[in-house]
């Protein structure tokens, strides 16, 4: 598990060298701890590098298959559709504003300012 912070004053996330802004931001730092407020969330490599995808493609939307090309070995037989269907809502469950992160509808998800 990946542990997670939540700062309400802070506008910035910085993600390795890589800074982006979101109005409800999350910080992460040292490239593995996002903060945002005082609250601590728990997430793992798989919601960390889905959520981390999301925000350097941030106001674009990602298509499944990118997602699924990206964050898994889509040839392997573990992995389905349903699986970033399932990371998805995880991941929005465990974020404050589970907002951040819009379907769009037939195409994919993207992570909006």
């Known amino acids: 598990m990946l542990n997670i912070f939540l700062i309400e004053d802070d506008e910035t996330i910085a993600l390795g060298i890589k800074t982006f802004l979101l109005r409800n931001s999350y910080k992460v730092i040292h490239a593995e701890n996002l903060k945002k407020g005082k609250e601590l969330i728990e997430l793992t490599i ?64 993207r992570l909006d300012d």
Do not use: H, P
Not at 69 to 76: A, E, N, T, V
């Open 46 to 109: 798989g919601e960390y590098n889905l959520f981390r995808q999301l925000l350097e493609n941030k106001n674009r939307t990602l298509t499944r298959g990118v997602l699924l090309q990206k964050l898994w070995d889509i040839d392997g037989e573990f992995v389905n559709d349903n699986t970033l269907s399932v990371a998805i809502k995880r991941l929005r469950q465990k974020l404050t504003n589970n907002t951040i992160i819009k379907t769009v509808r037939g195409i994919g998800y």
